[in-house]
C-alpha cells in the first residue's frame, strides 16, 4: 500500500509553504489552525486507513494533548514544575500518548474488540471524556482555559507567518516521517494488520502488540495537533476533545481517502477552507451539503475523493518508470 | 409508605424511558440483527416520526391517527434509503456506519431548513391522571407505556412466531442456504429495514408529546440505544430489553442521585464494561 | 431436463471450472464423481445461483436460467442440499422443515413422512441435537417438502457410517421411483453412485473427462483407475 506520489507530496507541502506570500495575516493564522487539524486527520488516517481500527473517538488525544499543553504553560497544576513551551509540548505528547496506550490495552487486550463494538466503546469514551472536562471546575468547565500562551517564536508571538511556518514544517516532517515507517517492514505488518490478522498471528507476530503500538503511535500524532493547536488558538475549549470533532476528523478522512495520509491532511484543510467561506453564506446548506457529500462519497467512491485520483496517478507513474 | 409515595413515580418514569428506549433499540437491533448495519441515522428517523405527529396534529389530524401515520411515512423514508444507499454497501458493513452517519446530518439539516431550529411541542391528547394507592401518574404515559410494551411483544412474536419470521431469522442465520431454499434475502432486508425505521417513527411520535421536539433530538436517543444494543448482546431480542433496561434505567435513575454530568459518565462506563466483557466473552466461545 | 453448456466459473482470478458440458435427462440418477479440488462443490453453487458464472449457459426444460439469483431457482424447481448439510442448527425440526415451503408456500405434503418416517417423532427437537445421519435426513426432506423437480446433492454421504450411507441410498431410489425427481448426486463414494445413478460423469480439473453408465463401474474399471486414482 503506497501513499500520494511523492512530487505531489513535496508540491503540497511546497506549495503551502508559499501561502502567507500571498495571502494576508488573517487567514495565515487559520491556515496554521487548519494545517493542524490536517495532521490530526493524518493520525487517524494512519490508524483506521492503514490498520483498520475504526475509532470514533479521536478528538480525544488531540483534546487531551490540547488540556495538557494549555494546564503546563498556564501553570494550572502546581505540580507540574515547568511552563516553558517546549517541555510542555513534549509532555503533552507524553500524556496523549499514554492515554491511547490505556485506551488500546483496554480494547485490544486478549480477545479485542473491532468492528462496531469498538466504534461504540470509543465513541462512548469520547463522550465520556468530554463530559468530565466539561464538569471539571479546574479545566474551566465550559468555558475551556483561555489566555494560553503562544510558542516563543521571535519578538511578536502573535506574528502568524512563524507559528505558520513551524506548524507546517511538523505537518511535513511527521508525513515524511510516517511515510518511511510506512515503507519499512512496519508498514507491511499493517498491510497484514488490516487484510489477514489471523495470517499475521499464525505466521507468530503479536496483533494485539502491533495494534496496540499503531494506536498509540496515532494517539501521540493526534496529541501533538492538539497541543500546538492550543497554543496556536489561545483556547483550550471541550469541543476539542468530544464526539463532535471525533466525528469531523472521520468525514475528513472518509471523505479524502482513509488509506492516503495527504488525502486526509489536504482533505481537512480543503473542507475547514470551504467552511470558513461557505459556512456565513451557506447557513444550514453548508452542512447538508457536506453530509450529503460524505453520504455519497462512502457510498460511490470509498477509497476517497481525494485519494482515487492520487492513488490512479501512484499506478500510472509507477508503471511507466 | 412516604418512600413508596416519592419512588413509584420515579420508578414508572424510569419504566417509560426504558420501554421507549427499547422500541427505538429495538428497531436498531432488527437492522443490525438481519442486515449486520449500524444505523447511525436512526435517531433521525425517530426525530422524523415526532416532526410526523407535530405536523399532522398541526393540520388538524387527531392523534392517534397521526401516531399510526407516523411509522408508515417514516417506514417509506426507510425503504427509499434502503434502496437508494443501504443496498450499495450490502459487502461493506462497516462503512454503512458512515454512510449512516452522513445521512443523520443530511436529514438533521434538512429538518432544521424544513422546520426551523426551534424546538416545536404537540400537545397530550389527555391530561388526566390516574390515581391508584395514593399515587396520582399521568394517563397518557401509561398508555404510551402499554403501546410501547404491546409493540415490542408483537414484534418479538413477529420474528419468533410466524413463517415470515423464521425465514428472517433463516436469511441472519446462513444467507446462502436461506436463499437456495427459496428465501429471497434481498427482500428480507429491505423489509427489516423498513420495519427497523417504522418502529423509529413510531418511538418518536410516542414520544412527541412528553418531550420537546427539535431537529437535534435524535442523537440523545441514538447513543443510549446503541449502547443498549451492543451491551444486550447485538442481536437477541431478548437482549435489547436487557440493555435497554440497564442503560435506561441508570440513565432516568442515577440522575437523582448524582449530578447529571457524573450520572451520564457512570452510564456510559457501565455500557463500555458490558459490551467489552460481551465481545470478549463472544469472541472466546 | 438440465443442459449444461461451456460453462467457466470460479473465484476471482483462479478458475474452478473451465468448460463443463453436462446433460441431465428427466427421472433419473445422474452422478458425478471427482476427487478433492476437481470443481465439484463449485459447479453446485453455481447450479444453484450461489456463485455467478463467468461464460456458459445452463437451460432447465430449454428456458435459460443462467444468471437467475438463488430464491427464484428454488422456486423454479431446483432444491438443494449442500456439502455439510447447512441444516439450521439452532431452530426446531419443524422450523427447518417450514423453510423447504419458502420456495412455494403451502403445506408439508404428507409423503415426507412417509419417506422419513423419524422425523415425524423428531419435529420438535433442535437440529443441532441430532446424529449426523438424522441431519443428514433432514437436509434431504427439507429439500424435499417444496417438491421440486431437480435435486442436487452434494457429497450426502459424508462423514456418514456405511449403514446411514445406505440408508440415504434407500431414499434416493425410493423418491425417484414414486415422484420422478431427477437427482443430480455428486459424490466421492463409489459404493452410493452405483448403486443409485444411471449415467455417471467424472470431473477432472473443471471439465468432463468422460462419462459411463451407473451398473458399468466397478473398482477395476479405467475409468476410474484413472480418474479417482483408486
Known sequence: MRDAPLPVALAVFAGLGLVPFVLGDYWTGQLARYVLFGLFAMSLALVWGRAGILCFGQAMFFGIGGYAMATVTLGTFAAVPFTAALPALVLAVAVAAAAALLVALFLFWGAGIGGAYLAAVTLALAAILEQAVRGWYGL??????????????????????PIYFVVLAVAAAVYFGLLALLESRFGTLLTALRTNPERLAHL????????????????????????????????????????????????????????????????????????AYLS?????????????LFMVSVAAVPNGVLATPLLWLQGRLRRTS | MGAFLTW???????????????????GLVVIFGLMGVINLAHGELFMLGAYTVVLAVGWGVPFWLAVVLAPIAVGAVGWLVEVLLIRRLAARPLDTILATWGLAIVLQQAAVLAFGPGSRSVA????????FAGISYPAYRLELMAIAA?????????????????RARAAIADPDMAAALGVNVRRVRAQSFVLGAALAGLAGALVAPIISVDPHMGFGFLVPAFLSILAGGGVSLGGVLGGAAIIGGADSLLGHWMSPVVSQIVVFLIAIVAIRLRAARAAGS | MLEIRDLRAGYGQSMVLNGVNLDIAHGTVTALLGRNGMGKTTLCRVLIGLLPMTSGTITLDNDSISHMAPHRLARRGLAYVPQGRSIFARFT????????????????PPHIFEWFPMLAELRGRRAGTLSGGEQQMLALARALVAEPSLLI?????????????TAIGDVLLRIVADKRVTVFLVEQNLALVRRVAAITAFLVDGVIAGGAAGRDLSPQSPLIQRYLGL
Open chain 1, 140 to 161: 474551566g468547565a465550559d468555558n475551556g482555559l483561555s489566555g494560553v500562551p503562544p510558542l516563543p517564536l521571535g519578538d511578536n508571538p502573535w506574528d502568524p507567518r
Open chain 2, 8 to 26: 413509584a413515580p420515579l420508578l414508572l418514569d424510569a419504566l417509560s424511558f426504558v420501554l421507549v428506549l427499547a422500541l427505538v433499540a429495538l
Open chain 1, 280 to 292: 456565513e453564506t451557506l447557513g444550514p446548506w453548508w452542512l447538508l451539503t457536506l453530509g450529503t
Open chain 2, 124 to 131: 397530550r391528547p389527555t391530561d388526566a391522571t390516574v390515581t
Open chain 3, 93 to 108: 425440526v419443524q422450523e427447518n422443515l417450514d423453510l423447504g415451503l419458502s420456495a412455494r408456500g403451502g403445506r408439508i
Open chain 2, 150 to 166: 404491546l409493540v415490542l411483544v408483537a414484534t418479538m412474536a413477529l420474528f419468533a412466531r410466524t413463517r415470515v419470521g423464521l
Open chain 1, 204 to 275: 507468530g507476530y503479536s496483533v494485539v502488540a502491533l495494534r496496540v503500538a499503531v494506536f498509540t503511535l496515532g494517539g501521540a500524532i493526534a496529541g501533538l495537533a492538539g497541543a500546538l493547536f492550543v497554543a496556536t488558538d489561545a483556547f483550550a475549549s471541550p469541543s476539542l476533545i468530544g464526539f463532535a470533532l471525533s466525528a469531523e476528523v472521520l468525514i475528513w478522512v472518509a471523505l479524502g481517502g482513509r488509506s492516503v495520509l495527504l488525502a486526509a491532511f489536504l482533505a481537512a484543510i480543503l473542507i475547514r477552507v470551504a467552511e
Open chain 3, 153 to 165: 446433492l452434494d457429497e450426502p454421504s459424508e462423514g456418514l457410517q456405511p449403514s446411514r450411507v
